[in-house]
Nanobody
Framework: VPLQASGGGLVQPGGSLRLSCAAS????????LGWFRQAPGKEREFVAA????????NYADSVKGRFTISRDNAKNTAYLQMNSLKPEDTALYYC?????????????????WGKGTLVTVSS
């Protein structure tokens, strides 16, 4: 599994978390990265994406202004900074990658993914 998400946990509404996506076995700098999430009983949904060059960013409307995606190619890691968390952000979060990808929200184009990390927002 070339991608491993981490950093999830239990946080109160209004709190913050930073998720990390560590890559191995791929040339990380050549890959666009996307964060997706799936809540219990719901379909998987797009959260945020960053292009392989780092210049293209894309966010779901539901997280704009609250979440920030970034990448550090030297560390083969992507991040998702999540602020002002809401109970509806509760989900399993996981990262996906596509070679020379832009910042697409279309989950069908991603070719690598890994185990997710659980985020629970509750008081």
């Amino acid at each position: 599994v070339p991608l491993q998400a981490s950093g999830g946990g239990l946080v109160q509404p209004g709190g913050s978390l930073r998720l990390s996506c560590a890559a191995s076995g791929i040339t990380f700098s050549r890959y666009g990265l996307g964060w997706f999430r799936q809540a219990p009983g719901k379909e998987r949904e797009f959260v945020a994406a960053i292009g392989w060059s780092g210049g293209l960013l894309n966010y779901a409307d539901s997280v704009k202004g609250r979440f920030t995606i970034s990448r550090d190619n030297a560390k083969n890691t992507a991040y998702l900074q999540m602020n002002s968390l809401k109970p509806e952000d509760t989900a399993l979060y996981y990262c996906e990658a596509v070679i020379y990808g832009g910042s697409t929200s279309d989950g069908r184009v991603y070719t690598y993914w890994g185990k997710g990390t659980l985020v629970t927002v509750s008081s």
